[in-house]
């Protein structure tokens, strides 16, 4: 079997690269509504557009022979954690083929990754690392994790609840119980670009999820906005959303994320029949000079 090689490129490099990226993302399904359907992550014919949205990104690949069989990307960008703005890593798309995993590769590449931040100066003051990992049918990629990886030192992971509503059962909440927002310090980690009340948002071209009873695109209409915007409560944001959208005769399901340690948010929506089709999870890496924890995380889904 030939050597794992490593190459480090942006996005006016990764060209050569993409169709065995493509490949390779087609190849990880992730289910939904208990195993209803699965679907599969499209980033496009360019591929990197999604994440050069987001901030300065770079690619590191894992090659044997001409096939990638492993890929992480890492964009910097300008964090809030613990209300305090914060230079960040946002380690995305770790991806690794299925005959691959269990063999640490997932480690090395973030290891490699972290070894071109120490040696760039401008990346060596970063304080945040963080990234997210869609749950597959097996769990996310940290599964096949081995040894000590660096996201396994990280103290405040958390998971996020998915959710893909129906517009129209948005619009009809009730708000009489609804939760008011976090009063406690949490990590806000997008949106990337400041949008407008109440802050529509749709990746259709450059991150798509296509699902495999069809092979075509699910239409998502993403609700990025975090705590700040939820005034006077979580669902009343929902519900401005959900307006919005059949007002606007968007089609589309309503896809947004919340912390699951929100219990009170989630049993109040589920009560109303909104229940969740997906999990996430939020690794981090905090270095010093930064709050020792936080009690929720906000991750757009248009940023997962």
């Known amino acids: 079997m030939s ?8 996005p006016n490099g990764i060209a050569p690269y993409v169709p065995e990226l493509r490949r390779l993302e087609q190849s990880i399904r992730y289910p939904i509504s208990d195993g ?8 496009g014919p360019r591929y990197h557009p999604f994440f050069s949205n987001l901030g300065e990104a770079r690619f590191l690949l894992a090659l044997r022979g001409d ?32 005959e691959e995993r269990g063999q640490g590769l997932s480690r090395r590449l973030i290891q490699v990754g972290l070894r071109h931040v120490i040696q760039d100066r401008d990346l060596r003051q970063t304080r945040f690392f963080y990234g997210a990992a869609m749950r597959g049918s097996l769990g996310d990629v940290m ?34 119980q609804a939760p008011p927002p976090p009063r406690s310090q949490g990590a806000v980690l997008g949106p990337a670009t400041p949008t407008e009340e109440p802050g529509l948002f749709s990746t259709a071209g450059s991150k798509d999820l296509r699902l495999v009873s069809s092979g075509q695109p699910w239409p998502l209409i993403h609700l990025p906005l975090g705590p700040e915007a939820w005034r006077p409560s979580w669902g009343a944001y929902l519900r401005r959303c959900g307006e919005a959208i059949v007002s606007r005769g968007l089609q ?19 009560a109303q029949g909104v229940t ?3 999990v996430c999870t939020v690794y981090s890496l905090r270095l010093s000079l930064l709050p020792a924890s936080v009690t ?3 991750l757009p889904t248009s940023e997962i």
Request: glycine fraction near 8%; charged fraction near 20%; include cysteine.
């Open 143 to 176: 599964r096949s994790a081995q040894g000590a990886h660096p996201f396994k030192l990280g103290s405040s992971n958390a998971r996020l609840r998915l959710y893909f509503a129906a517009p129209e059962a948005l619009a009809r909440l009730d708000l009489e």
């Open 67 to 98: 096939r990638v069989i492993g890929s992480v990307a890492g964009v910097m960008r300008t964090v809030s954690v613990g209300g305090r703005p914060t230079r960040a890593l946002y380690i995305c798309d770790l991806k690794v083929a299925a």
């Open 296 to 298: 929720w995380v906000h």
């Open 252 to 270: 589309g399901s309503a896809c947004f994320a919340i912390d699951e340690r929100m219990e009170n948010h989630i049993s109040w929506l589920s």
């Open 276 to 278: 969740p089709g997906a």
């Open 3 to 10: 050597r794992v090689r490593f190459v480090l490129t942006d």
């Open 36 to 43: 209803a359907d699965h679907f599969f992550i499209d980033h």
